[in-house]
C-alpha cells in the first residue's frame, strides 16, 4: 500500500469508527488516531475529522472522542490543537478549510471529492 493510500485510510478509520458511537468503540478509535499519528496526520487533522463527524453521530459522541483524542495526544506530550478564533472571518475560515483540504486530499480537495 502507498504511504498516501495509507494515510488516506487512517483519515478514514476514526471517522466512521466516531459516527458509529461510543463506548465499546473507543478501544478501536484509539488505535487509529495513534495509527493516523505515526502515518504523518497532524492533531490538528484528527481533531477536524472528529469534529466533522459531530455532524453524524452527535455531540455527546463527539466529546467522548474528543477527549480521547485529548488523552493519546497528552501521553504523547502533543498540545491539543486549539479552537480556530471565533473572530476569524468567513472569508479567514474558508481559507483554512481549503488549506487543510489541500493537505489531507491533495489535489481530490478541488475535484469534488470531499
Known amino acids: 500500500m502507498k504511504e498516501a493510500d495509507l494515510k488516506l485510510v487512517n483519515m478514514t478509520f476514526p471517522d466512521i469508527i466516531a459516527a458509529l458511537g461510543t463506548g465499546p468503540r473507543l478501544k478501536p478509535l484509539r488505535n487509529h488516531i495513534v495509527a493516523g499519528l505515526e502515518a504523518g496526520l497532524s492533531p490538528e487533522a ?20 474528543l477527549a480521547l483524542a485529548a488523552e493519546i495526544f497528552a501521553d504523547r506530550g502533543i498540545p491539543f490543537p486549539p479552537d480556530p478564533p471565533e473572530d476569524a472571518s468567513l472569508e479567514e ?6 488549506e487543510l483540504m489541500r493537505t489531507l486530499h491533495g489535489a481530490r480537495a478541488t475535484q469534488g471529492y470531499a
Open 93 to 98: 475560515l474558508t481559507r483554512r478549510g481549503a
Open 46 to 65: 484528527i481533531r477536524e475529522i472528529l469534529v466533522q463527524c459531530a455532524l453524524y453521530a452527535g455531540f455527546s459522541a463527539a466529546e467522548e472522542t
